[in-house]
Antibody, heavy 120, light 107 residues
Framework: EVQLVESGGGLVQPGGSLRLSCVGS????????MTWVRQAAGKGLEWVASTNQDGNEKVYVDSVKGRFSISRDNDKNSLYLQMNSLRGEDTAVYYC?????????????WGQGTQVTVSS | EIVLTQSPGTLSLSPGETATLSCRAS??????LAWYQQKPGQAPRLLIY???YRATGIPARFSGSGSGTDFTLTISSLEPEDFALYYCHQRYNWPITFGQGTRLEIK
């Protein structure tokens, strides 16, 4: 069974930083594009960032470019999201997700999510 | 950016009825569209991928259809556990996008 387990969320002041981690089990992370998706309370799903299998290709939503950085350590079967210069609008549950292994493969597995709250 | 527009925003039906949810893309996504179900406090769950293929373990009462810009999720003979939020999603083009969701509520 595929499991993605996020950690690292919490309460942080505006302008602060957090690093989210996601550890995979039941899959070889290095086979997949991996993606972070967030969801503010009562709102819809928003794509944040994605990275390809070896981490050389990274794509970000415009609102986080220059502030967030996605990375991975395939030896540890782990995905990360370094979040700097955090703003109130970054407050959300952050999900680690896996994209299916085929062309234009949609997200097929989700972690349980980790809450990030940006507030003074 | 490919905008996914879901309709209706809220759908009120009774158990045993059939639900028809729509997702319209602002430009073609081919067959590369997925549907998810989300319940309160839970992560989304994949129901349908590539427009019409049921994910592992998804009951046959869930079916998807469509291509290009118009897609439909049909849930026949609604069960009490089907009342939830539903989202569509495309990975055909960057940025990855999601629809705004359809809430399926008990009438």
């Amino acid at each position: 069974e595929v499991q993605l387990v996020e950690s690292g969320g919490g309460l942080v002041q505006p302008g602060g930083s957090l690093r989210l981690s996601c550890v995979g089990s039941g899959l070889t992370l290095s086979d997949y594009w991996m993606t972070w998706v967030r969801q503010a309370a009562g709102k819809g799903l928003e794509w944040v960032a994605s990275t390809n299998q070896d981490g050389n290709e990274k794509v970000y939503v415009d609102s986080v470019k220059g502030r967030f950085s996605i990375s991975r350590d395939n030896d540890k079967n782990s995905l990360y999201l370094q979040m700097n210069s955090l703003r109130g609008e970054d407050t959300a549950v952050y999900y680690c997700t896996r994209e299916a292994l085929r062309s234009y493969g949609q997200i097929d597995n989700w972690g349980q999510g980790t809450q990030v709250t940006v507030s003074s | 950016e490919i905008v996914l527009t879901q309709s209706p925003g809220t759908l009120s039906l009774s158990p045993g009825e059939t639900a028809t949810l729509s997702c319209r893309a602002s430009q073609s996504v081919g067959f590369y569209l997925a549907w998810y179900q989300q319940k309160p406090g839970q992560a989304p769950r994949l129901l349908i991928y590539d427009a019409s293929y049921r994910a592992t373990g998804i009951p046959a009462r869930f079916s998807g259809s469509g291509s290009g810009t118009d897609f439909t999720l049909t849930i026949s003979s609604l069960e009490p556990e089907d009342f939830a939020l539903y989202y569509c999603h495309q990975r055909y083009n960057w940025p990855i996008t999601f629809g705004q969701g359809t809430r399926l509520e008990i009438k």
